[in-house]
């Protein structure tokens, strides 16, 4: 069975900051926040799938689990 993950961050919040280094820095908190909730739930199969929140407390992102096209 052929899966992927997907990543999906919304960069806009203003938790990402003004500058480059800010966005980086706050993207790789998300990051984090979001591979931990994935393993807390053991989201490792088709339609599993968790969310995380900026250090502003909203939900940011999105990781899902979906089956992989052949191409």
């Given amino acids: ?3 992927k993950a997907i990543i999906e961050i919304e ?3 203003d938790a990402f900051g003004n500058n ?3 966005r980086l820095f706050e993207m ?3 990051l ?3 591979v931990d909730n994935a393993g ?3 989201a490792v199969d088709v339609g ?3 969310t995380a929140q ?3 407390g909203n939900t940011v992102a999105r990781l899902e689990i979906v089956e992989n096209e052949i191409r």
Avoid: P, Q, Y
């Fill in 48 to 50: 599993d799938f968790t």
């Fill in 28 to 30: 790789s908190n998300v």
């Fill in 20 to 22: 480059d280094a800010e």
């Fill in 1 to 3: 069975r052929l899966m």
């Fill in 40 to 42: 807390r739930i053991m």
């Fill in 11 to 13: 960069l806009g919040n």
């Fill in 54 to 56: 900026d250090a502003n």
């Fill in 32 to 34: 984090e926040r979001l």
